[in-house]
């Protein structure tokens, strides 16, 4: 039973194309986030999402926008992709809190 | 901003060794936590230190907190082959999102 979950695990895709990154967790944790990873292995943290309230990293362009259907998925959209966008994309979740966070296993993106 | 920095970069040593990597950070903090993250996968959580907390063990492992010096320490006693990956140190500032570093590679020969 896999905890945290995205789907999918590679895209390619071309410059100016709009994609989805979806993450679904069945922790029944009430907090959920969204991480860049470079090629570097530096990892970013870009939102995080608790019970409708949303805390976005500053750095992140507006082209990149979470969307919370439910407390168990949190889907990152991202709009008029660029070549700066590659990179592997970590959704995690946990409870609110002084807690350990669980990750899936990444999103590769490549855009080209 | 980045917030952990891991010290080394990399390290290589034999099974049965014990790998160190510390950490240092730059504010104040609610906890700390330590990742592993295999070539290609995703991050798994090793071990989570409160802000009040020295030292906590968890199997092999072991994490110290000076919270006076903004440093961490992860020990891996007895390491195996299995243990090669990379780790990161990460800072909880107290809303609930991670702040990481750039991780340190460790290499476990056989």
Same mark, same amino acid.
Do not use: Q
């Given at each position: 039973d896999t905890a945290v979950s995205q789907t999918p695990k590679y895209l390619v895709t071309q410059m100016g194309n709009d994609k989805s990154i979806k993450c679904e967790q069945n922790l029944g944790h009430d907090t959920m986030y969204w991480y860049k990873q470079d090629s570097k292995k530096f990892l970013k943290i870009m939102f995080s999402y608790n019970n409708k309230e949303l805390i976005i $990293?500053?750095?992140?362009? $507006?082209r990149f926008s979470p969307k919370s259907p439910d407390k168990a998925h949190l889907n990152l959209h991202i709009n008029s992709l660029e070549l700066g966008d590659s990179a592997v994309y970590f959704c995690a979740s946990s409870l609110r809190g002084n807690y350990e966070q669980y990750f899936g296993p990444g999103t590769r993106l490549t855009v080209t | 901003s980045q917030q952990g920095e891991e010290d080394p970069q990399a390290l290589s040593i034999q099974e049965g060794e014990n790998a160190t990597m510390n950490c240092s950070y730059k504010t104040s903090i609610n906890n700390l936590q330590w990742y592993r993250q295999n070539s290609g996968r995703g991050l798994v959580h090793l071990i989570l230190i409160r802000s009040n907390e020295r030292e906590k063990h968890s199997g092999r492992l072991r994490v110290t907190l000076d919270t006076s010096k903004k440093s961490s320490s992860l020990l891996i006693t007895a390491?195996? +082959? +299995?243990?090669t990956a990379s780790y990161f140190c990460a800072t909880d500032e107290g809303y609930s999102t991670l702040t990481f570093g750039k991780g340190t590679m460790l290499l476990v020969s056989p």
């Open positions: $990293n500053e750095t992140v362009p $507006n | 390491s195996r +082959a +299995a243990d």
